[in-house]
């Protein structure tokens, strides 16, 4: 059974920090490419960062630049978004999902699979 299991989502004060993890298991972990997506209520999800299953290389939205960094653990299957600097704008249910089309991984659409998500709360 394929499975992403999100966690380390919660409360926290603006300038603060959170970091979320992506366990992922039934699939080849290296043959995916793994995106960090997130969603208010109300809005269309967007892409927030993604890494490469070919090269490891890292991509970021610009709000996010400078503040995010995302990085994996092949031998744990896992994926972390460090977040740093929150703003409540961050304020979200954040989704990690996998892809095998690296090519298009800032395309949500061209993606497999998705985890159910965690919500980040960031107050002012």
């Known amino acids: 059974e394929v499975q992403l299991v999100e966690s380390g989502g919660g409360l926290v004060q603006a300038g603060g920090s959170l970091r979320l993890s992506c366990a992922a298991s039934g699939f080849t972990f290296d043959d995916y490419a793994i995106g960090w997506f997130r969603q208010v209520p109300g809005k269309e999800r967007e892409g927030v960062s993604w890494?490469?299953?070919?090269?490891?290389?890292?991509d970021y939205t610009d709000s996010v630049k400078g503040r995010f960094t995302m990085s994996s653990d092949n031998a744990k299957n896992t994926v972390y978004l460090e977040m740093n600097s929150l703003k409540p704008e961050d304020t979200a249910t954040y989704y990690c999902?996998?892809?095998?089309?690296?090519?298009?991984?800032?395309?949500?659409?061209?993606?497999?699979?998705w985890g159910q998500g965690t919500l980040v709360t960031v107050s002012s």
């Open positions: 999902a996998a892809t095998t089309r690296d090519w298009g991984r800032q395309y949500e659409l061209l993606y497999d699979y």
């Open positions: 890494i490469s299953n070919s090269d490891g290389s890292t």
